[in-house]
């Protein structure tokens, strides 16, 4: 399986503070995206980083990607108790038509 | 409003009881595909579809067939279903060009006994 792992699994912390998660992927690929799915809910697109970059902001967010390692990471400054969901990264392959997700970190965002 | 549209969002069948999934989006959009989640596993992908009439096999195709028989639909059919079909379905859209989000639907539970 070409499936990523994040890391990791779950993550509790206080309202203010920032939460990192991590994702591992196997393959060369051609985007990295990041998901956040509320509880049983469809996934929302949060940040996109393609190949050929190292860092990106978005608000709150910073993603990180490193191809050499492949791994990305995701940040979330000053967390809020609405943040609690649970986070994929997506990784596309160079054709972009099969998306491999990272089997997800759960964070809880404590008010 | 731009959406994917999945019904039903709960169903519960027997085993070998042939069933089919919805998935209808208004974004105009090429590219549809399917996935499952299941706990600790994340997100497969079932199948995809680039456009209409054309489809390919994700991650794990086996026990599933789709059809794109028309741009904005695109159905996920059970021919027999079986209880490892137990699982979260999502549908996902976007458009085809290079890169580009996925927008999902809210999924269909489906159970099979």
């Known amino acids: 399986s070409q499936q990523g792992e994040e890391d990791p699994q779950a993550l509790s912390i206080q309202e203010g503070e920032n939460a990192t998660m991590n994702c591992s992927y196997k393959?060369?690929?051609?985007?990295l995206q990041w998901y956040r799915q509320n509880s049983g809910r469809g996934l929302v697109h949060l940040i996109l980083i393609r190949s050929n970059e190292r860092e990106k902001h978005s608000g709150r967010l910073r993603v990180t990607l490193d191809t050499s390692k492949k791994s990305s990471s995701l940040l979330i400054t000053a967390s809020r108790a609405a943040d609690t969901a649970s986070y994929f990264c997506a990784t596309d392959t160079n054709t972009g038509n099969q998306f491999y997700f990272g089997t997800g970190t759960s964070l809880t965002v404590i008010p | 409003e731009a959406q994917v549209t999945q019904n039903p969002r709960y169903l519960i069948t027997v085993t070998g009881k042939k069933l089919t999934v919805t998935c209808s989006q208004n974004m105009n959009h090429e590219y549809m595909s399917w996935y499952r989640q299941d706990p600790g596993l994340g997100l497969r992908q079932i199948y995809y579809s680039m456009n209409v009439e054309v489809t390919d096999k994700g991650d794990v195709p086996e026990g599933y067939k789709v059809s794109r028989k028309e741009k904005r639909n695109f159905p996920l059919i059970l021919e027999s279903p079986s209880p490892n079909q137990t699982s979260l379905y999502f549908c996902?859209?976007?458009?085809?060009?290079?890169?580009?989000?996925?927008?999902f639907g809210e999924g269909s539970r489906l159970t099979v006994l």
């Open positions: 996902a859209s976007r458009t085809r060009q290079g890169a580009g989000e996925l927008f």
């Open positions: 393959t060369s690929i051609n985007n």
